[in-house]
């Protein structure tokens, strides 16, 4: 046996040498480990531990139901209805493109949309859920639910989705919703919104925008590895937006775009006592639910650039001649200003001449004699071209302003247009040339320079007939919170009164009448058993007077070519309930086109029997 004594000194150094690099080696490996914990908890400590509870506790947003949209009858027009949606967390994807196989795979997946989404998510807040899909279908929700443990980072989340009940019913005055751009976020007009909310764009969704939009929710949701959920850490509840309702009433609206089907134009019917809106159409029109998903670029383009121009809300955007309809304004100018007497009678032979211009009455031959009632019973040009002579254009221009002609109404609404009322001012600034006396007649039958758009014309006889009242139109009823608080009330807003004599006004009411009940009168077709119906018609011309030798029918005339037909009406006569405006583009005659529409509506409103 060997003894410690018997090792060499070389053996005892090799062996202290071998000892101390072993124990340097396990001292660098700790070092290496501890300088790697301390890298993880200290330096990146706090990114760890947020991504950590992010795996364990996700935050949802719960964004708010919108409020609901009602007739005046409280029947619903818009509410919302469930939409499953498809959410990403680009953090937990771990093989992108096989996610997208798969998701394509299951589901309609637009690949090049999802991947720009992603991209740009997961450069900017990775642990975002992402929306790639809205609304889907049955099948492809319950083809993902039964794929969840082959797709991380897919979640599933119900939204409330708009819904509009009765398709394109009344589309120009609710508007629709469309997703928040980036330009309204940063706008700071829509403090309670973020990206992908849906967001009013027209009409009522518009102006009571943040009245509908609601306060969001959220909640602290516990998920496993795969995302499903365990438990619900806290919520905070989602306050609903307000619920509105509007001064139309549902059957009479969906009758006046019955009436409209096939044709260009629009139907207002109003409260002439208050500026209440019972009706506002206009045709063609959309289907606002084919915006809720969003649309894309060909189909939107197709749209917008319609020739027929559905998405126009012609009733209050459409600038139109307002034809015969505006003998109105300028018999009671007349009157007023001593230029006639209701007695005195006018020669019409079918012609009238202003220096080397000829300008015909309608009837080929002539009226004879007229005096204003029959005038304006049987629609004489020539009788209205001499009063516009004798009161000139200024003048007339200040009696159309009172009836608030030439601007806009005032509508609760996002969009109105005001028409033109011409002066003598106006032409000379805006062409720099001045007013022909041959502009003042043409202007006195609503041709030439003048504008107006249908609620105008609405409004225009509402104010002779209730007494020289003009009242801004309306068309909320009221806004009032889910839990009942009320934001708003609907209440009549005077815009002013005409200053008109009453003994006036009842000489153009009675001529009124007599258009639609009197043997010759022009407005026949609006005629009701037991009901006394007043009213106007009118026939803007689109073109210039025709030759002589130049086709005499409507039938032969190309459509885009043929006259707009007016008919404005109000019922009973001495004690108005209902007025109503029909505007028919390329329509013809107005008694024909527009005459029996009104008749339609009024009958309906004030549910006169067959």
Not at 282 to 303: A, C, H, I
Not at 451 to 465: D, E, G
Not at 503 to 516: Q, R
Request: charged share 20%; proline share 5%.
């Amino acid at each position: 046996m060997l003894k410690p004594s018997h090792f060499d000194s070389a053996s005892t150094e090799i062996f202290g040498k071998q000892l101390k690099l072993a124990i340097l080696f396990i001292l660098v490996v700790f070092g290496v480990l501890i300088l790697r914990l301390w890298f993880l908890q200290v330096v990146n400590g706090a990114a760890y531990r947020d991504r950590s509870e992010h795996n364990r506790i996700r935050l949802q947003d719960i964004p708010p139901f919108r409020g609901m949209i009602l007739d005046r009858n409280g029947e619903v027009l818009v509410d919302n209805r469930p939409s499953y949606d498809l959410y990403v967390i680009p953090e937990e994807v771990q093989d992108r493109p096989q996610l997208l196989n798969r998701l394509s795979s299951l589901g309609d997946i637009n690949r090049a949309a999802t991947e720009r989404l992603l991209d740009k998510a997961a450069r900017g807040y990775p642990f975002k859920p992402v929306c790639i899909k809205k609304d889907m279908s049955r099948d492809e929700l319950a083809s993902i639910e039964s794929h969840r443990f082959d797709l991380p980072g897919v979640m599933i989340c119900v939204s409330a989705q708009r819904h509009y009940f009765y398709e394109g019913l009344a589309s120009h005055l609710l508007g629709y919703v469309g997703e928040i751009s980036e330009g309204q976020l940063s706008s700071g007009q829509f403090p309670k919104n973020r990206p992908g909310d849906l967001i009013g764009k027209r009409g009522v969704e518009l102006k009571w925008q943040t009245q509908l939009n609601g306060n969001r929710g959220g909640e602290q949701v516990e998920v496993d590895a795969v995302g499903r959920k365990i438990a619900v850490v806290s919520q905070k509840a989602p306050i609903s937006g307000a619920n509105i309702s509007l001064t139309i009433e549902k059957g009479l609206q969906s009758l006046a775009e019955k009436c409209l089907q096939g044709k260009h134009g629009s139907v207002v019917a109003i409260n002439p006592s208050n500026g209440e809106i019972l009706a506002l159409a206009s045709s063609p029109s959309y289907d606002p639910n084919r915006f809720v998903k969003g649309l894309d670029e060909k189909t939107w383009q197709t749209m917008a650039s319609s020739k027929d121009f559905p998405l126009q809300n012609r009733a209050l955007t459409g600038q139109y001649p307002p034809g015969s309809v505006f003998k109105i304004v300028v018999a009671l100018a007349a009157l007023e200003e001593g230029v006639v007497t209701p007695e005195e009678e006018i020669f019409c032979n079918g012609r009238y001449s202003v220096g080397n211009a000829t300008y015909r009455c309608w009837k080929k031959h002539g009226h004879g004699g007229v005096d204003l009632h029959r005038a304006l019973v049987e629609s004489c040009d020539v009788y209205f071209y001499t009063l516009g002579r004798r009161l000139g254009i200024d003048k007339v221009a200040q009696y159309a302003m009172r009836f608030g002609l030439g601007k806009e109404t005032g509508l609760d609404l996002d969009t109105e247009k005001g028409g033109l009322i011409p002066t003598t001012q106006w032409k000379l600034k805006r062409m720099g040339i001045p007013w022909q006396r041959g502009e003042t007649v043409i202007s006195a039958i609503g041709q030439g320079f003048v504008l107006t758009t249908p609620l105008q014309i609405a409004n225009l006889i509402s104010a002779v007939f209730n007494g020289g009242h003009v009242y801004r139109p309306q068309v909320t009823k009221w806004v009032r919170k889910p839990s009942g608080g009320s934001l708003f009330e609907f209440a009549p807003i005077s815009d002013g009164e005409l200053g008109i004599k009453p003994t006036h006004l009842e000489l153009v009411k009675k001529a009124l009448v007599g258009v639609v009940n009197q043997p010759h009168g022009t407005g026949s077709k609006a005629r009701l058993k037991g009901v006394v119906v007043a009213g106007k018609t009118g026939t803007a011309q689109v073109v210039a007077l025709k030759k002589e030798g130049a086709p005499r029918r409507e039938e032969d005339i190309p459509w885009k070519l043929r006259d707009h037909a007016w008919f404005v009406g109000i019922a009973p006569a001495w004690k108005p309930k209902i007025a109503v405006a029909v505007l028919i583009e390329h329509g013809g005659h107005g008694g024909s086109a527009a005459g029996p529409i009104a008749q339609e509506i009024i009958k309906a409103y004030l549910n006169v029997p067959s």
